[in-house]
């Protein structure tokens, strides 16, 4: 599904049009339109079925892939499955920290500014962690550190709840929650897990998975051979965490997706021989929503490229069963499949139009970014009126 450019949405045109072309096109449909009172409640009966959830559900719950490097250009691109399609970011944060019902959470390293932004709409809300809250300081120096960063989102309401989990605090690591039905952020009662010590600054941490009311990350520490699968429960506001010895870790090598209802491990540090093999059955399959990958649909790989043996890739999916497939290595070619799971297919995206400045990029030309450019999202139109979003002045692109 394509995004529409602001200038390209139609915004209301219905009650914009001559009286007499909608008496005319009503007529035309065989309906029995007597009157321009008639005509006036036949017009609000179909904007209420094209804004209404029904067919809202059917049309904005397609998976489209987006890839954002702020380095290399200020555009971020969405793909569904035949085109590209453009936004020009004119705000501040440069990385997308988290996703989730068709907004994107954007953030700079140790920054206090959180950016909400619909690319629907191209509108976007600022939010900003106040320096204290209930006389706890939320920041050093101006600077706030945290592990994690998650969003939830209700899609019937359009009320989010944004999740900062191992806020660095004195003595101790703390989680914020900024609850938009409310416009306030308020420190989690519960302890934030303890994997290492309470000043864990040199824990990374790939980006959120939201699945059944809770959100799922795996963070690692380079330094250390652990791994873990954090978990927060929305409803009750708590953490759990499951932790796992590995005998060496490389960038990659778990990589965690939303997929099919269920939060989803794919194993990717494997030799060619082992391409059919590449299942991970670690500890953290002891979480009941947590289960491997479905091997068929990665075997599938192989055939796209036409190879005897695998190629590691990186995989994206957003809850459905749609999944996308990105390889991308220093000295190849930027190549994008997608798993299109209502036709049953697997086939190339278009050339993406930044390959060849992604490519510089990954040769280390430009400076490398720690946050990961490609997500899966599932767009959806409307944001909550109550707060102060903003329509972004689009350059031409």
């Known amino acids: 599904m394509e995004l529409e450019r602001e200038e390209d949405r139609p915004q209301d045109l219905l009650f914009s049009l001559p009286i007499e072309l909608l008496i005319k096109v009503l007529r035309d449909q065989d ?9 006036r409640v036949v017009c609000k009966k179909w904007k209420a079925i094209i804004d209404g959830t029904e067919l809202r559900n059917k049309i904005w719950n397609k998976s489209v892939l987006m890839y954002y490097d702020e380095s290399i250009d200020n555009t971020a691109y969405f793909c569904f499955s035949h085109i590209w399609i453009r936004r020009s970011i004119t705000f501040g944060p440069k990385y997308v920290v988290a996703a989730d019902g068709g907004l994107l959470c954007f953030n700079d390293l140790l920054s206090t500014e959180y950016v909400m932004y619909n690319p629907v709409e191209d509108k976007f809300l600022t939010l900003n962690v106040p320096h204290e809250i209930d006389g706890v300081s939320t920041v ?4 706030l550190e945290c592990i994690v960063v998650g969003l939830v989102v209700d899609q019937s309401t359009k009320h989010f709840k944004l999740v900062l989990g191992g806020v660095l605090v004195p003595d ?20 934030f897990p303890t994997l290492l010590n309470w000043m864990e600054v040199g824990w990374h941490s790939g980006r959120c998975v939201v699945c059944n009311g809770c959100l799922h990350w795996l963070v690692w520490d380079p330094r250390v051979t652990i791994k873990a699968l954090l978990i927060f429960d929305l409803r009750e506001e708590s ?32 030799t060619d021989v082992e391409f059919d093999h590449r299942s991970y059955d670690g500890n953290l399959l002891r979480h009941p929503m947590v289960r491997r990958i479905d091997g068929s649909l990665i075997s599938r790989t192989r055939d796209l490229w036409v190879m005897e043996g695998g190629r590691a890739f990186k995989i994206y999916a957003s809850g459905g069963s ?10 190849e070619d930027l190549e994008v499949a997608k798993y299109w799971a209502e036709i049953d297919m697997m086939f190339f995206l278009p050339e993406p139009p930044f390959r060849a ?3 510089f990029h990954l040769w280390g030309f430009l400076p490398r970014v720690f946050h990961d450019p490609w997500c899966a999202v599932i767009p959806a139109p409307g944001v909550n009126a109550e707060q102060d979003w903003i329509t972004q002045q689009q350059r031409h692109l």
């Open 239 to 270: 953490w759990n965490v499951l932790a796992e010895e590995v005998m060496e870790d490389k960038p990659g090598a778990l990589q965690i997706v939303a997929y099919e209802g269920c939060v989803c491990l794919l194993a990717m540090d494997w």
């Open 172 to 191: 101790r690591s703390r989680s914020l929650i900024y609850d938009s039905t409310t416009s306030t952020w308020s420190w989690i009662i519960h302890p």
């Open 140 to 143: 050093f120096d101006g600077m």
């Open 357 to 359: 400045t992604h490519e």
């Open 322 to 331: 749609d999944v996308f497939f990105v390889f991308e290595e220093e000295g």
């Open 31 to 39: 309906l029995p339109i007597l009157t321009l009172a008639e005509c």
